[in-house]
């Protein structure tokens, strides 16, 4: 049986960031005309959260990046959606942090043959580094940037005919697309026409926060979705979305459970966990741990195809 869901994963710990700029540096588908272009294939991975010292875990992580890069569609791009590393979040001691972030590096940044861009997740957050007396330095969110190789806690970045947009989902004031990073945003997607893929780590949209145990509360009495789980104010971000329909997927994690919904020109896909279920045996809520594997191609048209894995 799978665990119910983690009480840390339903509670933010606190800690703020905050950028002045990020730095820009249909069903699925090919129509029946079908784009002749070359896709960009890339592949995503979330909730990855490597444990430090963890030797039978770390070779495991290292065989899956070695498998995806020899495969006969070899991936020109790694997307990582964040918790990439188990936790930094709570009360884990600054050793245990710099060999989490460590062993990241080594096993994983520097194994691909690729370039590789991530977003930051909630337990990629070191938020004892935070300095309340000079929160813009954002400091419980350096050691990530840095080890990520991020330029920023949200930027832009072009890879093939599609613009990337990783945005920063958690706040020490909550789970939100703030104030500065959403504008930024909207100024980035009046600039171009291309294609648009939008990667967080908190879903814009999910359909099985509904699954999980502890938001059922009994008939008749409906569901509490915690506030962690996905931004607030996601009525905006639909509507920057209607107004740019060049945005055509969203990506994102946390959830570590897999789903697809498709709301006006957008489509919004929970990629899973490459660790499911934390890595405790069996699948997390029925589902295995996964990877995603996408073709981006020029006209905006795409397709993806879930791959577990063991």
């Not at 789980?229 to 994690?253: A, E, H, I, K, N």
Request: net charge negative; glycine share 8%.
């Amino acid at each position: 049986m799978p665990l119910v869901r983690r009480s840390f994963l339903q509670t933010l710990f606190g800690g703020s960031l905050a950028l002045g700029s990020g730095e820009a540096f249909a069903a699925d588908s090919k129509p029946s005309n079908q784009d002749d272009s070359v896709p960009l294939v890339m592949a995503f991975l979330t909730d990855t959260h490597q444990p430090a010292g963890n030797a039978e875990v770390i070779q495991r992580v290292g065989k899956l990046i070695d498998q995806i890069q020899v495969r006969k569609d070899a991936p020109q791009l790694f997307v990582f959606g964040g918790d990439n590393v188990m936790a930094v979040d709570g009360s884990q001691s600054d050793e245990q942090t710099d060999i989490q972030f460590k062993q990241w590096k080594e096993n994983v940044i520097d194994r691909l043959q690729v370039p590789s861009i991530s977003c930051i997740g909630n337990h990629d957050i070191r938020w004892k580094d935070r300095d309340a007396n000079n929160p813009g330095t954002y400091q419980e969110k350096a050691r990530a940037i840095e080890t990520y190789q991020m330029p920023s806690r949200y930027y832009s970045v072009e890879h093939g005919d599609w613009t990337f947009f990783l945005l920063d989902t958690y706040q020490y004031e909550g789970c939100e697309i703030d104030e500065t990073q959403f504008a930024w945003l909207e100024e980035e997607l009046k600039k171009s026409d291309k294609p648009a893929l939008v990667v967080t780590h908190a879903p814009l949209m999910s359909v099985t926060h509904f699954y999980e145990p502890s938001t059922d509360k009994g008939l008749g009495k409906g569901y509490q979705v915690p506030g962690g789980w996905s931004p607030q104010r996601l009525t905006l971000m639909r509507d920057l979305f209607r107004r740019y329909p060049r945005v055509r997927l969203c990506l994102s994690g946390h959830m570590h459970t897999i789903d697809r919904c498709d709301v006006d020109n957008t489509t919004y896909i929970c990629g899973g966990a490459v660790s499911g279920n934390w890595w405790s045996r069996g699948d997390y809520l029925g589902f295995a741990p996964s990877w995603i594997e996408l073709k981006l191609y020029p006209s905006g048209q795409w397709s993806h195809q879930q791959h577990a894995w063991t």
